[in-house]
């Protein structure tokens, strides 16, 4: 079990194509992170672990993403104080709608900061978790709203028929 600053979980190595997506901007700024899987329903002791070590070993922001049944997310929520930013990852029979509802509707008092369903819900994940390290890190503050005024000025206004 490797930690870093941003953890980025996952319920199964098949979460990978789409959880990929979160390094983007992690990479870019410059953050450090690592991946790894873990399960709440395959795997509960090392969820247990993963999330009771995290804090320790310094990590910042955790990123769990999962599909279907997504309960890892808020299991790994109510195991730490840590935010948990929460990717509902495309299932094969519901979309992604089951991911979305299983890790947005938790109760009062636990919470995580779901995203969008699948690559771009991942994307945005990175940039969440970026966002919330730039509150207390002036370096990635910097980086941050270059990174950001560079998306602004990508943005061209003329229409291309
Ligand atoms: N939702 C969860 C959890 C969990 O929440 O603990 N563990 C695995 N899974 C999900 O099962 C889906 C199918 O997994 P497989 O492709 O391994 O059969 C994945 O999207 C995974 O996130």
Do not use: C
Request: aromatic share 4%.
């Amino acid at each position: 079990m490797n930690f870093s600053t941003v953890n980025i979980v996952m319920g199964s190595q098949s979460d990978w194509k789409t959880m990929q997506a979160a390094t983007e901007v992690l990479s870019a700024l410059q953050i450090p992170h690592t991946a790894g899987v873990v399960s709440a329903h395959r795997t509960p002791a090392r969820l247990q672990e993963f999330a009771a070590r995290a804090e320790s070993e310094g990590t910042k922001v955790i990123i769990a993403g999962a599909g279907g049944a997504a309960h890892l997310p808020g299991m790994i929520a109510s195991e730490t104080i840590i935010p948990v930013v929460g990717v509902p990852v495309a299932s094969r029979h519901l979309n992604g709608l089951d991911s979305l509802l299983s890790i947005v509707q938790m109760p009062r008092g636990i919470t995580t900061a779901t995203q969008p369903i699948g690559e771009a819900g991942a994307y945005n994940a990175g940039v969440m978790a970026a966002q919330i390290l730039a509150l207390s890190d002036s370096e990635v503050r910097e980086r941050f709203r270059a990174w950001r005024q560079q998306l602004t000025d990508s943005v061209g206004y003329e229409i291309q028929p």
